[in-house]
């Protein structure tokens, strides 16, 4: 489990609504890894657990795989004959995975990307100032600020595929 944060508060100076208490940051910056599935940024090393439901491919949490370091059977024991790709496909060059596999491995971009720097400001802006766009106090209405899109299409280039 990652516990270093996606981006420092800094990285959003000259957005609207800047600066942002880092706490803002990252509640902002946990909404973008959680619809995501996975940390993003910044590069770590981590070791992992999966079922593999005995097939030849196996799913890594991530889009950004640097480095596999090991791959171990339930037993402790290294496990041979396989590929990893960039994009977090680790397949087996001949036969199957065993059931789980535990699986060492470097991921992730070195610093949270360009792209998503404007997501987590908005959102970031959005939580200090509670979502609201303009309120009115003698009619009584509120217009809530959900932004053009929220940052869907800036994120999704960044979201796990579906898993089987």
Known sequence: MVEQPLLDPTALTGFPGAPFPASVVNSAA??????????????VTETIT?????GSVAL???????????????????????????????????GC?????????????ETCPDSLLSVVADRARRIKGGGVKAESLAGRSIQLDTGPDGGQNSVAKYKLPERP
């Open 30 to 43: 946990g909404q973008v890894r959680d619809e995501c599935e996975w940390h993003i940024a910044p590069e």
């Open 97 to 109: 995975w065993p059931e789980e596999i535990e699986v060492e491995f470097t991921h992730g971009y």
């Open 60 to 94: 890594l949490p991530s889009l950004k795989v640097k480095e596999v370091l090991a791959v171990r059977d339930g037993d402790g024991n290294a496990v041979e004959g396989w590929k990893a790709k960039p994009n977090g496909v680790l397949r087996r060059t001949s």
């Open 50 to 54: 999966l079922s593999t439901g005995r």
